[in-house]
Structures are given as structure tokens and as C-alpha cells.
């Protein structure tokens, strides 16, 4: 019996300085570990059998660095926007703000006159209204992705605030002998909306055909089906490459290269932003010479 108890005794000894080595050196894989993710090292995992001891241990940290690379790289890729949008800024602003100081300065100084004078107005006119929008998305942009931001969501009737958002741009299209086809259907739609970003969103929309689809027709329509209502704005434009297609909605993103100098590249990134917010989806079908669709979905009020 004796003999019987120093075995076990042994054998429990021998066990437990076995499991003690075991766990010894896990914690010392586990230190290594944390020393090349201190050092930089987003990547290493700790690794750990099922059964181990330690494993629940080793997959709470695992858990903290995935947590800790994904937000390093969120702070790399908000570092690398930010100095994008530093240059961009730089380049969109002065640019225009330049050249219309460079006219205003030439009527001032009464080197032109006539109407060759007016032209010089005008020109310094539109370079105005194209800064202030330009500051104006800048404006919606900061304040989208700061804290303060908060919507005022109401349920609204989405056809009648889409007709009151589109009989501005009637004149403007008139103006630049762009044609229309507006379908609003007289079926109420209730939404529930904040008016003003939703006016914001639309009217991103329509401004980026103005401005880069290069079309001649633009058509608005507005769509129930279930419990949703879509609007869509489709123009007959130079259209995108399915590449391009891919990035339309990410921060600064430019089709096209040789365009650059025109537009923030934040416009449709912040209607997506917004039109996400408001618990709506925005898609776009697009291709080269055949024109482009953007279509907003929301879900309508019970």
C-alpha cells in the first residue's frame, strides 16, 4: 500500500512539474510575442492548443492585438486622407482663389474694359461660386466625420421634398442646354428623412453630371416598390470603367486623372455617408459611352 501511495505521490509530482514547464514556457512564447507586437509586429499571434491552460489567455490577447493592427491601420489610412486632402486642399483653393484675384485685380486696376471687362467679372463670378462649393463639401466633410454630427430625422413625404429640391436645378439645366426628364410619381412616399441631407445627397448627384458626365440629357425618377422607394439619376454620358466603379464611393477618389483639377473627389463619398445614415443604400451601373446610373433606396415608413 505504501509502495502503492509513493507511486502515485511520483507520478502526480512528475505530472505537475510537467504541466508547470508546459505553462512556463506558453508564457514565455506569450512574452516573446508581445515584445514583436511592441515592437511593431501587428501580425504575430499566440498560438495555443484547445486544451492548454493558457488558451483562453492566449486568445484574449490574440484578440486585443487584431483589435490594436485594426486600429492602427484605421489611424494610417485617416493619416494618409488627411494628407491627401492637405494637398487637395491646397491645390483646389488657391488654384481658383488665384485666378480670381488675378481678375478682380485687372478690373480693378482698369486694364480691361467694355466688355471685355464684363468677361473678366463673370469669369471671377464663377470662380467664386466653384470656391464656395468646393468649401461647402470641405464643410460637409469635417463635420460628417467629427462627433458633433447628428441628424434630424423626420417622416417626410420624399416626392414632394424631391420636386421642391429639383425645381432649383430646372433653371440650371435650362441654362446649360443640358435636357431633362424629371418622373416624380404623385403616389405619396413617407421617409423617414433628414430634408437637408437628403437635398445634399441629390444635389451631389446631379452637380457630378453637370460636371463630369459629359452628357446631354439627365432623367430623375422616382420609384415604389413594397416597402421601398428609389430615386435614380441616369445621364448619357462618358460612363466608367468597372474599375473605376469599384473605388466611386471611397475618400478622394478620381475617375479621371486628367480631371483632377475639377471636384473634391469627396462628393459621393459623403452621399453615400449620409444616405447610410438615414438607413438607405446607394448603388451605381455605369459604362464607358453609354452613361451612368446612380439610384438611392429607401425604406418607406409603415
Known amino acids: 500500500m505504501g509502495v502503492v501511495m509513493f507511486l502515485a505521490g511520483a507520478a502526480f509530482f512528475a505530472a505537475s512539474v510537467f504541466l508547470l514547464y508546459g505553462i512556463k514556457k506558453q508564457l514565455s512564447e506569450m512574452t516573446e510575442a508581445l515584445k514583436e507586437v511592441k515592437m511593431g509586429n501587428g501580425n504575430r499571434r499566440i498560438l495555443a492548443a484547445p486544451g492548454e491552460w493558457t488558451a483562453p489567455v492566449a486568445y484574449e490577447l490574440n484578440g486585443i492585438i487584431r483589435s490594436y493592427e485594426e486600429r492602427i491601420l484605421a489611424l494610417n489610412k485617416a493619416e494618409e486622407t488627411n494628407r491627401q486632402l492637405m494637398t487637395s486642399l491646397s491645390h483646389d483653393v488657391r488654384t481658383p482663389l488665384t485666378t480670381l484675384i488675378g481678375y478682380l485685380d485687372a478690373v480693378h486696376r482698369q486694364l480691361v474694359t467694355g466688355d471685355e471687362r464684363e468677361a473678366y467679372m463673370e469669369t471671377a463670378r464663377k470662380k467664386a461660386h466653384d470656391l464656395k462649393e468646393y468649401i461647402d463639401i ?165
Not at 184 to 193: E, G, H, K, N, Y
Not at 205 to 214: G, P
Open 138 to 302: 470641405l464643410f460637409d466633410w469635417f463635420r460628417l466625420n467629427s462627433d458633433e454630427f447628428a441628424m434630424d430625422r423626420e417622416i417626410l413625404e420624399a416626392a414632394e421634398l424631391t420636386r421642391n429640391i429639383l425645381i432649383d436645378w430646372i433653371p440650371v439645366f435650362e441654362d446649360t442646354g443640358l435636357d431633362y426628364d424629371i418622373q416624380i410619381p404623385d403616389r405619396p412616399a413617407q421617409v423617414s428623412l433628414d430634408a437637408e441631407c437628403y437635398r445634399r445627397i441629390l444635389n451631389n448627384l446631379i452637380q457630378n453630371v453637370l460636371s463630369h458626365s459629359h452628357g446631354s440629357w439627365v432623367e430623375i425618377r422616382m420609384l415604389q416598390k413594397a416597402r421601398e422607394v428609389s430615386i435614380s439619376v441616369s445621364d448619357n454620358g462618358v460612363g466608367m470603367e468597372s474599375e473605376d466603379l469599384k473605388h466611386i464611393f471611397e475618400r478622394l477618389y478620381k475617375c479621371d486623372r486628367a480631371r483632377s483639377e475639377k471636384g473634391s473627389g469627396l462628393g459621393l463619398s459623403i452621399a453615400q455617408q449620409l444616405t447610410e445614415k438615414m438607413g438607405g443604400r446607394i448603388a451605381v451601373q455605369s459604362q464607358p459611352g453609354k452613361g451612368t446610373r446612380f439610384t438611392l433606396t429607401f425604406p418607406l415608413c409603415e
